[in-house]
């Protein structure tokens, strides 16, 4: 049985990348501070690690005898790292790094980050492809940017085989239904629930590229696989097609709310041919899919 270490295992995407790993037989380690979820909800057979990432020292143990290691911590709000640049930067740079070179100490086999589509900025054409331009207007872009290119040069100076997914708009069963900057997703089913008006920024014109995060789960899987022709790289996934924030409202159903618009991107929109080319992924879930087995809980 293969060990696996996922760093951020506690969080949405990783507890569901974890479940995943376990169902293809690997031995899944979950390094994880606990700072935003506990372990209550992480599979028994997982084995949890509370442990900051820039605690290089402490992390070597654990990566000893990986084959894999998937890449999720982060301190993920964008208000926060405009807030506090030095304490999202000591840990979303940093801590990337740290685990960079611990699984570089400890002979791993691939390194699989988790980037964002934030990378991007404000859209100058779509759909968004690889060859653009990184425009990040966050420091938390920045910082997925930075993790980008290290993941590069590790693999150009050392050899090491990285890839970088860089995710557009993840939701599914699990998802932050709390704070300024919740998944809308979550948020809009969370008020429908309620018997609330959905709350909409702006003109709801605005839109996202949804992908579900079981699809996300997958590409992991396949760009994990020995046979995945990746180094360094930066790889799109999203479904490839854009929804506005009205459509989504309309799919969701119930009464509406406009208020103030909030400073994010206009447009967001994936081109996933790279994905499809190297990894031999597509989504399988549709967005209407998604949110009908959301729905019916």
């Known amino acids: 049985m293969s060990k696996v270490i996922i760093t951020g295992g506690a969080g949405f995407i990783g507890s569901h990348l974890a479940r995943t790993l376990i169902t293809q037989g690997y031995q899944v ?3 994880d501070n606990l700072r935003h ?3 209550e909800h992480l599979p028994a057979e997982a084995v949890v690690h509370r442990l900051d990432i820039r605690q290089l020292k402490d992390m070597l143990p654990i990566f000893a005898g990986s084959e894999l290691v998937f ?9 926060f790292s405009l807030e506090h640049p030095l304490t999202t930067h000591n840990v979303n740079v940093n801590g990337t790094l740290k685990v960079l070179e611990a699984a570089r100490r400890s002979g791993v086999r691939k390194v699989i980050f988790s980037s964002s589509a934030s990378v991007y900025g404000e859209p100058t054409s779509l759909p968004l492809d690889e060859g653009l331009p ?11 940017y930075i993790g980008e290119r290290y993941m590069r040069l590790w693999s150009e100076l050392y050899g090491l085989p990285t890839v970088s997914l860089r995710y557009f708009n993840v939701y599914g069963p699990g998802q932050n239904d709390e704070g300024g900057y919740a998944l809308v997703v979550a948020r809009f089913l969370k008020q429908r629930a309620a018997g609330e008006p959905l709350t ?3 003109d709801g014109s605005q839109t996202r590229d949804f992908v579900h995060v079981s699809d996300v789960a997958g590409a992991n899987l396949l ?3 020995e ?3 990746v180094r360094g790289e930066a790889i799109n996934i999203g479904s490839g097609s854009r929804t506005s924030i009205n459509e989504l409202a309309g799919l969701i159903g119930g009464e509406r709310c406009y208020i103030e618009k909030r400073l994010e991107p206009s447009d967001s929109e994936a081109d996933i041919n790279r994905a499809q080319d190297l990894l031999g992924w597509r989504p399988e879930v549709s967005l209407k899919e998604g949110l009908d087995q959301l729905k019916a809980g």
């Open 29 to 31: 380690h979950i390094i």
């Open 227 to 229: 046979s995945a022709p």
């Open 37 to 39: 979820r506990s372990a």
């Open 71 to 79: 890449h999720l911590a982060a301190w993920p709000e964008v208000t």
């Open 134 to 144: 990184a425009r990040p207007g966050s420091p938390y872009a920045l910082h997925k």
């Open 223 to 225: 760009a994990a696989a």
């Open 200 to 202: 909409i920024t702006g």
